[in-house]
């Protein structure tokens, strides 16, 4: 006998509250999704550039790396209208980075992460007129579409799937009683499900009690990050990424939302100019983000970036033409390896994922689903579900992040430390100049 389908609401309409709804409605659940902007994949899911990821952006963490070994064949799998194979995808271990500091990681540790990849092939950095590199390889990393072509892709998977879309349906708070989980707009409605999936990218309707009851310290920081926009000037068929790693230096990546035949639109970012400041609520970013304004990216952040790529790929100006920037506030862990995984638990009957790359959708998934039957064993059967664990009021995979990665949540960088959470780079940019 099938288990009974559930009404359940998700509170997001990102990558992960939209490819979350899918997977449930697949399941035969009622499902129904609550975006607060005009339209799904307004924030970084459908404005950032982004890769799916093979692992050697992370080298320091295992667990983000394996994750992402894991979930890439589903993702071309399920999505493989929305990938774009590259011509290449460099990463490169730099020399010395923007503040004079070696690598985090050694010339052998990344060649290892690199060759991870069975296809990694190694290049001479100065056939591609780089500079500055102690090592290259070439992965076969696509990238993601983003912008118009994304939702519009996903809108049609949503109507075939018979999922409701509230558009502008900002979500006060979410109540609990007698086994229904009410969601409360602000405006006054209210919508009741069985369940509700927080894929808010943790930004809101997490209560201190959540944050008080996970069996790990999962300390949380709200970062403003941009990225720097550029049109190519000599486009190709095939786009490209240029990765130097790891620690304070450049990224040069696609974003892709268009269906024309050559590759325009890059952004460079960096690992530490692009990181504006990192906050203790989301709100704090959001007033760091709103204070900035074209005139003050231009001034003060886009020359010390292009500085930093130039040092690597000295014709990369006369190549790339500025256009804008963009920017978000993103929820990111403390921890020392850069931890990157999603992590998926529920509480008083709400599902809260905490984002990690996109590919981990799938991981966020399976997680779920396991949460969604334990959810369904106590409502119709009054008995515990196998594969989670209980405690504190919390519910979680067995096999997921709070119980097999916490060796790496928990492992935090000192306040002093070279590290991305640490960075407040609006505050040192504007001092500066």
Same mark, same amino acid.
């Not at 203790?280 to 074209?294: F, S």
């Given at each position: 006998m099938d288990p009974p389908a559930l009404r359940i609401g998700v509170v997001g309409g990102g990558w992960y509250g939209c490819h979350l709804a899918l997977d449930l409605a697949k399941d035969g659940h009622k499902v129904e999704i609550f975006e607060k902007r005009s339209d799904i994949f307004k924030g970084v899911s459908g404005n950032f550039g982004i890769r799916l990821h093979k692992g050697p952006h992370y080298p320091r963490s295992k667990y983000t790396r394996d994750s992402c070994h894991v979930a890439f064949e589903k993702f071309c799998d399920v999505y493989p209208d929305l990938i774009i194979p590259h011509e290449q995808a460099i990463y490169a271990q730099g020399n010395t980075d923007a503040l004079g500091n070696r690598s985090k990681v050694s010339d052998g540790a990344f060649s290892d992460v690199c060759h991870e990849s069975p296809e990694c092939q190694v290049i001479d950095p100065d056939t591609y007129g780089s500079r500055g590199l102690n090592a290259a390889f070439n992965l076969d990393e696509p990238s993601i579409v983003i912008g118009q072509r994304l939702r519009s892709s996903f809108r049609q998977n949503l109507e075939e799937a018979s999922i409701k879309l509230h558009l502008s349906s900002c979500i006060e708070k979410v109540s609990r009683d007698d086994?229904?989980?009410?969601?409360?707009? #602000?405006?006054?409605?209210? #919508?009741?499900?069985?369940?509700?999936?927080?894929?808010?990218?943790?930004?809101?309707?997490?209560?201190?009690?959540?944050?008080?009851s996970l069996p790990v310290d999962m300390e949380v920081t709200y970062q403003t990050c941009i990225a720097l926009c550029y049109e190519d000037l000599q486009p190709t068929q095939k786009p490209f990424s240029f990765i130097v790693m790891d620690g304070w230096f450049p990224c040069v990546m696609p974003a892709i939302d268009t269906t024309e035949q050559l590759q325009r639109n890059y952004i460079l970012t960096h690992g530490s100019y692009i990181?504006?400041?990192?906050?203790?609520?989301?709100?704090?970013?959001?007033?760091?983000?709103?204070?900035?304004?074209?005139?003050?990216?231009?001034?003060k952040i886009r020359p010390s970036v292009e500085k930093e790529i130039s040092r690597f790929w000295p014709g990369y100006l006369d190549r790339f033409v500025y256009t804008g920037w963009k920017g978000s506030v993103l929820a990111k862990l403390k921890t020392c390896s850069e931890f990157r995984s999603s992590v998926t638990f529920e509480h008083d009957g709400v599902v809260h994922v905490f984002p990690g790359k996109v590919s981990n959708v799938f991981n966020a998934s399976d997680e779920l689903k396991l949460l969604v039957n334990a959810q369904v064993r106590r409502k119709y059967v009054r008995r515990q579900y196998s594969g989670v664990r209980c405690l504190n009021g919390l519910t979680y995979a067995m096999a997921g992040a709070l119980s097999t990665a916490q060796d790496e949540i928990e492992a935090k960088p000192l306040v002093t430390e070279h590290?991305?959470?640490n960075l407040q780079s609006y505050q040192q940019l504007v001092s500066t100049y």
């Open positions: 086994n229904i989980s009410t969601l409360h707009l #602000y405006g006054g409605s209210r #919508y009741q499900f069985d369940l509700v999936v927080n894929a808010t990218g943790y930004q809101s309707l997490v209560p201190q009690q959540v944050t008080d990181i504006l400041g990192s906050f203790e609520r989301p709100e704090q970013g959001e007033a760091l983000l709103n204070r900035l304004g074209d005139a003050t990216v231009s001034s590290h991305t959470s």
